[in-house]
């Protein structure tokens, strides 16, 4: 497969060929059609985002969404060919998303909505999550409010 790989921090990320990722328990393998770019990438592809624990080489990229390509074992809720989105890695030795192809957590997946088209659902996790983060858990958001 194809990824686009940071060698050494502060560089461009360059286009290699990779080998197939393999899927283990728990994990599905999706093919990506849509990525989504955050602060975050862009902090960790400067080095200064220690926090995140990439090891270079690396596939950065936490946002995606794409097709199910094959599930791992004791995976039920995803079958081949639905369409996903989620966040996949980037951080921590954890492939990202910018690549063909990358194993998820299938913890970290949801069937993407119909309304949605892959690039609008690549751009939703980590910015709702973000979202959710400072209006619910700092600032105490109740309904109705």
Partial sequence: MRAAVLSA???PLCVTD????????????VRIRASGINPLDTKIRRG???HAAVVLPAVL???MAGTVEAVGPEVTEFTVGDD??????G??????????LAVVDSRLLAIKPHALTMREAAAVPL?????WEGLVDRAQVQSGQ
């Fill in 9 to 11: 921090f502060g560089s």
């Fill in 18 to 29: 990779l080998p197939d990722p393999v899927r283990g328990p728990g994990e599905v393998l």
């Fill in 48 to 50: 200064e985002a220690a």
């Fill in 61 to 63: 990229g936490i946002d």
């Fill in 84 to 89: 996903v989105y989620g966040m996949t890695g």
């Fill in 91 to 100: 951080v921590g030795g954890l492939q990202g998303s910018l690549a063909e």
């Fill in 127 to 131: 910015a709702f999550i973000t979202a």
